[in-house]
């Protein structure tokens, strides 16, 4: 969720397209006709004041069936921060990155590996925002955290526009095999350009049902963000029509869209 709330956000600064309000509303609306019977709230700002206000505002909407903010890892009082979050029923974990920037390295600190440890020891889940060439180094927060509810979002941010899966594929399926990460199917037309299409997406889908399993695969919309290059609908419909190319069954696809994000979660 973005909104203008004055807070310093690095990618509403950067696309002029993300400088306004988007609201609760809008996602009811763009999302209308899709069956969409609930949605997960992801933290856009490095900030935990945004976290507490998202928890505060969404208590009584069913609509949301969950948030995932944001703490400081390194914090020293991390597992009072823990704590007093948990005390909100719509908290369902956090995403793990620094303000301002995605740094793989910071998250094998002992400090921010204190913090995942608190987290885990709490059965939380933790979204990570990584690339392809840091891919490995989740892998070793999985290592040093025993237990972690890992979420890779965005598929690990492939160059989907180069068209070249090698590296991402190889460094995708030896994550997979090694932990028990799950991983969000979502960001990649994104990634992919303008003139992206079905079959610019299909050869990355594959790979990452390969890889991870449907139970494993975890639909989201990366919205507003999306919105720069698809709709829902569009966004909803070329997922469908490639996973019926690729012959993933319904119930497969049913795990994909939703199953997956209530397990992870610990939602009904």
């Known amino acids: 969720m973005v909104s203008d709330d004055g807070r310093k956000i690095w990618i509403r600064e950067k696309i ?3 400088q306004r309000d988007f609201s609760l509303a809008d996602v009811k609306t763009q999302n209308a006709g899709l ?5 997960f709230v992801v933290q856009a700002a490095a900030d935990p004041t945004e976290t507490t206000e998202l928890l ?10 969950g948030v995932v903010g944001w703490l400081n890892l390194a914090a020293d009082d991390i597992d009072e921060q823990i704590e007093a979050l948990m005390q ?15 740094d793989a390295d910071w998250l094998l600190s002992a400090a921010a590996v204190r913090g995942m440890t608190a987290l885990a020891e709490k059965n939380l889940a933790i979204d990570y925002l990584v690339n392809t060439t840091q891919l490995n180094k989740l892998r070793s927060v999985c290592d040093a955290v025993p237990g972690v509810r890992a979420i890779l979002d965005h598929g690990g941010r492939p160059y989907v526009m180069t068209g070249d899966t090698k590296e991402w594929a190889h460094n995708i399926r030896n994550l997979a095999r090694h932990t028990n990460c799950v991983c969000k199917l979502s960001g990649l037309a994104e990634r992919a350009g303008v003139e992206w299409n079905k079959q610019t997406l299909k050869p990355w889908i594959d790979i990452l049902i390969d890889a991870f399993g449907p139970e494993r695969l975890m639909f989201a919309s990366n919205w507003p963000i999306m919105t720069l290059m698809a709709t829902p609908h569009i966004w909803v419909d070329s997922l ?10 319904a119930a497969a696809q049913g795990q994909i869209f939703k199953s997956t994000a209530l397990q992870v979660y610990q939602r009904r």
Request: proline share 9%; net charge negative; glycine share 10%.
């Open 240 to 249: 469908i029509d490639i996973f019926d190319d690729l012959g993933l069954p």
């Open 88 to 102: 909100h029923p719509k908290f369902c974990g956090i995403r793990a990155h620094p303000p301002q920037h995605f």
């Open 35 to 39: 069956n969409v019977t609930g949605v």
């Open 16 to 18: 002029g397209a993300l």
């Open 56 to 65: 505060y505002q969404y208590t009584n909407e069913t609509f949301v069936r």
